[in-house]
Nanobody
Framework: VQLQACGGGLVQAWGSLRLSCVSSGSIASRDYMGWYRQVPGSQRDLVATITRRGVTTYADSVKGRATISRDIAKNIMYLQLTSLKPEDTATYYC?????????WGPGTQVTVSS
């Protein structure tokens, strides 16, 4: 499956935005999908995941400020971020997992200004 993340941009602190991850194939069949983020020189960190059954998990750093969701009919996964902080600045990637196979899409840059 091919993934394409979009929706990033420049936003002021305390603002919000919604990222989208468009999949070329069915997202309903994936074991789970997730959002990750990475800043230069650091590892790629988990932000949120959603399982095939719709169970969600969040990193402590975004808990209460992030909502991961999906539109199965459209094969799109979303990440709504609110109360953004400068430390949320990163390149955000989406991932789809089926068994031992993982697919990553190119990232979308989110920059939060103070």
């Amino acid at each position: 499956v091919q993934l394409q993340a979009c929706g990033g941009g420049l936003v002021q602190a305390w603002g919000s935005l919604r990222l989208s991850c468009v999949s070329s194939g069915s997202i309903a069949s994936r074991d789970y999908m997730g959002w990750y983020r990475q800043v230069p020189g650091s590892q790629r960190d988990l932000v949120a995941t959603i399982t095939r059954r719709g169970v969600t998990t969040y990193a402590d750093s975004v808990k209460g400020r992030a909502t991961i969701s999906r539109d199965i009919a459209k094969n799109i996964m979303y990440l709504q971020l609110t109360s953004l902080k400068p430390e949320d600045t990163a390149t955000y990637y989406c991932k789809a997992v089926l068994g031992m196979r993982s697919s990553w899409g190119p990232g979308t840059q989110v920059t939060v200004s103070s």
